[in-house]
């Protein structure tokens, strides 16, 4: 990956402040379930498509953590890169709750949904994280060389979406789980922080007994 561990960790924080933005942004763009995955879908996809070359494109703590298991990352580097995304998403969600222009236009409370469960955070992060282990290449994804990826990813994340939310959930990003809690305290995002990186345990054990060899595009 190019660029230096600080411009790394500025594009994480950035992508996933964009992310944040938008999952939030999309309740009030539209109020149709496939339009709102497909906002946030394609913001993946551009972003993966901006930053993958350089960062890796994670913009999630929970892929983050997947790929330091497979030995792509340091320690350092775990910690700065889930650090960035953590803040990221805080800064978008402090700043649409003191902001009275953007609390006009954007009501935060529509994007928590209280009765998300431990099980759907778990599937679809685990399904998010299979897709991403197959696309990505050496701790990130290539949107170059590969120029699918963004888009195969990005469109597995709107798949995800749309089947999680009709469980009561549908966050699958640690990072912004962490930053919701910022308002809505910390017990109401638990379940969906465990689950996710219960996720990430889960897919390692699959990943041992089943080679990745077999997912590769």
């Known amino acids: 990956m190019r660029g230096s561990l600080l411009i790394k960790s500025f594009c994480e924080a950035l992508g996933t402040a964009t992310i944040t933005a938008m999952a939030l942004a999309s309740n ?3 109020n ?3 339009s709102k995955s497909l906002l946030i879908g394609m ?3 551009t972003l993966i ?8 494109a994670h913009f999630n703590p929970a892929v983050s953590c997947y790929l330091f298991s497979k030995n792509l990352m340091s320690k350092f580097e775990l910690t700065t890169y889930i650090f960035s995304q953590i803040l990221g998403s805080s800064i978008v969600v402090l700043g649409f709750r003191y902001s009275s ?3 006009k236009e954007i009501n935060i409370e529509k994007s928590i949904n209280i009765n998300s469960t431990l099980f759907t955070e778990f599937i679809f992060t685990s399904f998010l994280l299979i ?12 949107p170059i060389s590969q120029p699918l990826t963004g888009i195969v990813i990005g469109a597995g994340i709107s798949i995800f979406i749309i089947l999680a939310e009709f469980f009561g959930s549908g966050i699958l990003n640690p990072a912004i789980s962490i930053g919701l809690s910022v308002k809505n305290g910390p017990i ?3 379940p969906q922080i465990f689950s996710q990186f219960a996720a990430v345990l889960f897919v390692k054990i699959v990943f041992y007994f089943v080679p990745e060899k077999f997912l590769e595009n």
């Open 43 to 45: 913001t993946v996809t």
């Open 188 to 190: 109401l995002m638990i």
């Open 49 to 56: 498509h901006c930053f993958g070359r350089i960062s890796g």
């Open 101 to 103: 222009i953007l609390l």
């Open 131 to 142: 897709l991403i282990s197959s696309w990505a290449r050496e701790g990130k994804l290539c």
């Open 28 to 30: 009030n763009i539209t």
């Open 32 to 34: 149709s379930l496939l």
